[in-house]
């Protein structure tokens, strides 16, 4: 079955510096595009990026943009999001999706992992 | 960047049908699909609609999509207890973005 375990959340300081993971399994993994999706305390979803299979197409949220970086391995099954000069507006649980393969349709989640950015 | 418009809640009794808009743009929802998701209490989203009005495997068929120029409905029929989430819209945006609406918090009274 389809699952995708994101990690590498935790507590880090304004201007410091997080990687998530996302490992996926259950389905071909270089076959779909994927995202990252986050979501502040009591707040609505936000879209942070999103990659295409090969990596070669990368789109970002202006809020994030120059300070995070998406990539992926297909050879591990893996997705990452690099968050440099992180602020306290960071502050979210971070979910990976996959692209189900219509036009944004994301299909399977992680569970969330939470990024704390505070002093 | 421009947000998908929601209103922030809804209700209704069991066994009613119940509506939540999504209000859009030309660059956004009418020139690209809605997907819609539902959110219960402490967990991740699930995806309930795609390309407007088709239902994942699995999806009961209570819910249903459609869209209309520059806006979206989601509906659902026969409310139950269960229903009750927050739900949200999504499209591509022909700015290169990925837009959600602000989720709408359905109550069932």
């Known amino acids: 079955q389809v699952r995708l375990v994101a990690s590498g959340g935790g507590l880090v300081k304004p201007g410091g510096s997080l990687r998530l993971s996302c490992a996926a399994s259950g389905f071909t993994f270089s076959d779909y595009y994927m995202a990252w999706i986050r979501q502040a305390p009591g707040k609505g979803l936000e879209w942070v990026s999103y990659i295409t299979t090969t990596g070669i197409t990368i789109y970002y949220a202006d809020s994030v943009k120059g300070r995070f970086t998406i990539s992926r391995d297909n050879a591990k099954n893996s997705l990452y999001l690099q968050m440099n000069s992180l602020r306290a507006e960071d502050t979210a649980v971070y979910y990976c999706a996959r692209d189900g393969g219509a036009t944004i349709s994301f299909d399977y989640w992680s569970q969330g992992t939470l990024v704390t950015v505070s002093s | 960047q421009s947000v998908l418009t929601q209103p922030p809640s809804a209700s209704g009794t069991p066994g009613q049908r119940v509506t939540v808009s999504c209000s859009g743009s030309?660059?956004?929802?009418?020139?690209?699909?809605v997907s819609w998701y539902q959110q219960l209490p402490g967990a991740a989203p699930k995806l309930l609609i795609y390309?407007?009005?088709q239902r994942p495997s699995g999806v009961s068929d209570r819910f249903s999509g459609s869209k209309s120029g520059t806006s979206a409905s989601l509906a659902i029929t026969g409310l139950q207890s269960e229903d009750e989430a927050d739900y949200y819209c999504?499209?591509?945006?022909?700015?290169?973005?990925?837009?959600f609406g602000g989720g709408t918090k359905l109550t069932v009274l």
């Open positions: 390309n407007n009005n």
């Open positions: 030309s660059s956004n929802i009418g020139s690209n699909t």
């Open positions: 999504a499209a591509w945006d022909d700015s290169l973005t990925v837009l």
